[in-house]
C-alpha cells in the first residue's frame, strides 16, 4: 500500500548489533504497530503506537524497543539483535484502533540476524 | 482474553472447486472479525471485516464469510477457486479492552490451488 513504507526491506546483521527498522505513514493515522511474523506463529504484536510518544507493549515486547517523535514515523529498534529476532517485520496502520477498518499492512522487512 | 484457531495450517483445492477455510473464535464479548490474505513477499491485505449487523460479509475477489454466534464461527468461502487465490489467509479477532481494540491473528492457512 503507497501509504505505508518500511525501511529497509531486507538486512542481514551480526549478533549483538543494533538495529533499527522505520515504518513510515502519509495518511496521518493515530495507530500504528509492529509484529514479526514467523511460520507457526501467525503474527505476533511486539509494540503499538497510539498517539506521538504514546506507546505500550505488546506480547513479545522483550529485546526491543520503539519510538514515536511524529505521526508518521514508527521506529522499532532491536538493541542487541540475537539470531531468536531473525523474523520478517510487519508494520501495520489504523485510522481507529482497528475496528471498522481493520489495519492497511507495510510490505515487510526480512532481518536476518547471523 | 480473545483467542483465534485456524483449522489446518493447509487447504489443497482443484481449481473451479469451493474454497472453505475454517476459523473459530472465543471471546467474553461481541468480537470484531476479520479475514486478511497475503501474498508472497508482501503484507497482509484486508479481505472483509464483520463488526456489526449483517452477518454474512462479503469481501474483494469474491470471498465472503459468515459470522455464526452460536458456534462462535467466521469461516471463509469462495465458490469457485482460482489459481491467483494461492496465498496465506489469516483470521483475527479484535474485542474492546481498556479502550483498546487489539487484534489477535490466527496463525494462518495457506491455501494451495491446483489445475
Known amino acids: 500500500d503507497a501509504g505505508i513504507t518500511q525501511s529497509p526491506r531486507h538486512k542481514v546483521t551480526e549478533t549483538g548489533t543494533p538495529v533499527t527498522l522505520r515504518c513510515h505513514q502519509t495518511e496521518n493515522h493515530r495507530y500504528m504497530y509492529w509484529y514479526r511474523q514467523d511460520p507457526g506463529h501467525g503474527l505476533r504484536l511486539i509494540h503499538y503506537s497510539y498517539g506521538v510518544k504514546d506507546t505500550d507493549k505488546g506480547e513479545v515486547s522483550d529485546g526491543y524497543s520503539v519510538s514515536r517523535s511524529k505521526t508518521e514515523d514508527f521506529l522499532l529498534t532491536l538493541e542487541s539483535a540475537t539470531s531468536s529476532q531473525t523474523s520478517v517485520y510487519f508494520c501495520a496502520i489504523s485510522e481507529s484502533g482497528g475496528i471498522g477498518y481493520g489495519y492497511t499492512f507495510g510490505s515487510g522487512t526480512r532481518l536476518t540476524v547471523v | 482474553a480473545q483467542s483465534v484457531t485456524q483449522l489446518g495450517s493447509h487447504v489443497s483445492v482443484s481449481e473451479g472447486a469451493l474454497v472453505l477455510l475454517r476459523c473459530n473464535y472465543s471471546?467474553?464479548?461481541?468480537?470484531?472479525l476479520f479475514w486478511y490474505v497475503q501474498y508472497p513477499n508482501q503484507g497482509l491485505q484486508l479481505l472483509l471485516k464483520y463488526t456489526t449487523g449483517a452477518t454474512l460479509v462479503k469481501g474483494i475477489n469474491g470471498f465472503e464469510a459468515e459470522f455464526k454466534k452460536s458456534e462462535t464461527s467466521f469461516h471463509l468461502t469462495k465458490p469457485s477457486a482460482h489459481m491467483s487465490d494461492a496465498a496465506e489467509y489469516f483470521c483475527a479477532v479484535s474485542v474492546t479492552g481498556g479502550g483498546s481494540y487489539i487484534p489477535t491473528f490466527g496463525r494462518g492457512t495457506s491455501l494451495i490451488v491446483h489445475p
Open positions: 471471546s467474553s464479548v461481541p468480537p470484531y
